[in-house]
């Protein structure tokens, strides 16, 4: 079964580095979407791209993250100058096309932040 | 303040019992919704969707309700076995956005 990969597992930084998290989504799927979750709570979403733009982002998504699809396959997430609080799990996920379709997700990346 | 984490419910069940998970969501207009399995250190996993139009939709060995009149969402798993031990979320489908919103979760835990 086709699956949504995500690299690296773990990712450690210091506090002000740059992270770029990377994915690559089922390679079919239209909608691409980064989602965080902070241990022991519930999984949060930041952001959807759809043709190669964003569609809809949380109040999370401030000027410190971007995403790209560098090219066909890839997606990321960029956090420019991280902070302790984006410690956290991120997943990636990806959706065949129009809404009421079931989100496939990554195993996630676990971002430390220092 | 705002508190570093969520304690989230447990559901403790014996080894072939039946399971029910329940979610209360928070939006009328949401038209899907979906249940997701979460094991621990991995994504979560796809288990059972219904659309607004429908109460209720059996999968195997699962059975999702759906309540619009109180905004209520269950999971029913049968015959519950230790590899069902997980946290279990709700989501909802709001918007045209095609952003999908987590529940808090529930843990479940399989006693054998």
């Known amino acids: 079964e086709p699956e949504v990969t995500q690299t690296p597992s773990h990712q450690v930084t210091q506090m002000g580095q740059e992270v770029i998290l990377r994915c690559v989504p089922i390679s079919n799927h239209l909608y691409f979407y980064w989602y965080r979750q902070i241990l022991g709570q519930k999984v949060e979403f930041l952001v959807s791209f759809y043709n190669n733009e964003i569609s809809e982002k949380s109040e999370i998504f401030d000027d410190q993250f971007s995403v790209e699809r560098p090219d066909g396959s890839n997606f990321t997430l960029k956090i420019r100058s991280t902070k302790l609080e984006d410690s956290a799990m991120y997943f990636c996920a990806s959706r065949l096309r129009t809404e009421n379709e079931k989100l496939f997700f990554g195993s996630g990346t676990q971002l430390s932040v220092l | 303040g705002e508190s570093v984490g969520l304690h989230l419910p447990t559901l403790s069940v014996q080894e072939g019992d039946n399971s029910i998970i329940n979610c209360a969501y928070s939006?009328?207009?949401?038209?899907?919704f979906i249940w997701y399995k979460q094991e621990s250190g991995k994504g979560p996993q796809f288990i059972i969707d219904i659309r607004s139009n429908m109460d209720k939709r059996q999968g195997q060995r699962v059975t999702v309700l759906l309540n619009k009149t109180v905004k209520h969402l269950s999971l029913q798993i049968a015959a519950t076995q230790p590899g069902d031990s997980a946290v279990y979320f709700c989501?909802?489908?709001?918007?045209?956005?095609?952003?999908?919103?987590f529940g808090a979760g529930t843990i479940l835990r399989v006693k054998s």
């Open positions: 989501a909802e489908n709001i918007g045209y956005g095609n952003k999908l919103v």
């Open positions: 939006n009328s207009a949401s038209d899907y």
